[in-house]
């Protein structure tokens, strides 16, 4: 009897500890609805963005061949005393070293010229963006672009500085606006009335503005080149003896390649000085056509 009281007692105890242990393995296996546990801490929040797609250019041309001859000619025209194997090897260009010819490639041209020394360089720059879930290629090549227009200490297109005072209307440039006249002083003293006026039939009624040089244009954001552009003109400072170089550089971006071209020109006499028209319009005839091979 007293075995059976001892088992009786021992057995509510067992099924006590199993119902528990049945109980604790439920709640574990009980899930949210998605497969997860409720022990598990989900974080909320939206789904990750998909990455940027790669930029257009996956790889870049020759820059050596890029130039058509035509152009390459008017811009460094050969001696007369030169080969046809050198003229050959000056319109060929010599590729600049590049240890990855799909992100950065050069070329440069040197000709020597009576009237005096001729530099070209042509760069092409592809960018790539190591995260495209932040920035795609590109928006950075056109960081890289804007770091460039900084550095070249031009404002960014659409900004412009306070505006100066002008002149009022009708007030010639250069002249000033004649200042009202203070309340209690006296008046002008008006012209005789026996001056009659010049009745001189051959005088113009205005002197004409005297002649002047056109002006030099100075370095500025480029319209209406790839995707952004600037134009950098530089003049050398003048010397005694070493003649003024003229250095125009030209910079734009179509989708994530950045393209440089720059043109040196530097006359053999001290008193020339290169103009700036014909060497911007030169290097901008070459962008140009530049631009228009990558869009095609």
């Known amino acids: ?17 199993t119902a528990l242990a049945a109980g604790v393995t439920g709640l574990a296996g009980c899930t949210d609805g998605n497969g997860m546990g ?58 600049e070293p590049s240890f990855d010819g799909d992100r950065h490639v050069g070329c440069r041209w040197n000709a020597q010229a009576p009237e005096g020394t001729l530099l070209l360089s042509v760069t092409f720059e592809r960018v790539v963006s190591y995260d495209r879930a932040a920035a795609s290629d590109d928006d950075k090549a056109h960081t890289v672009f804007v770091r460039r227009l900084t550095d070249a200490h031009l404002p960014f297109p659409g900004i412009t500085g306070s505006p100066s005072p002008s002149t009022a209307p009708g007030t010639a440039p250069g002249a000033s606006a004649s200042p009202a006249q203070p309340s209690g002083s006296p008046a002008a003293t008006p012209a005789p009335a026996s001056a009659p006026p010049s009745a001189s039939p051959s005088a113009p ?42 250095t125009v550089r030209i910079v734009f971006r179509t989708s994530n390649v950045l393209v440089t071209i720059e043109y040196s020109v530097q006359p053999s006499g001290p008193a020339a000085i290169p103009s700036s028209a014909e060497t911007q319009d030169k290097t901008r005839q070459l962008a140009q056509a530049l631009a228009e091979r990558f869009s095609e």
């Open 1 to 17: 009897m007293e075995r059976k009281a001892v088992r009786r007692r021992v057995l509510p105890g067992i099924a006590m500890i």
């Open 38 to 95: 409720i022990t598990s801490d989900q974080k909320g929040g939206g789904s990750t963005a998909a990455p940027a797609q790669p930029g257009k250019y996956r790889s870049l041309p020759q820059p050596c061949k890029a130039a058509d001859s035509k152009r390459l000619k008017a811009m460094l025209p050969a001696a007369d005393s030169l080969t046809t194997q050198q003229r050959e090897q000056l319109y060929a260009g010599t590729a």
């Open 205 to 246: 009624a205005s002197a004409p503005a005297s002649p002047s040089t056109a002006p030099e244009l100075g370095s500025r954001v480029l319209e209406g080149l790839g995707n952004e552009a600037y134009l950098d003109d530089k003049l050398s400072p003048a010397g005694a003896s070493a003649a003024q170089s003229r």
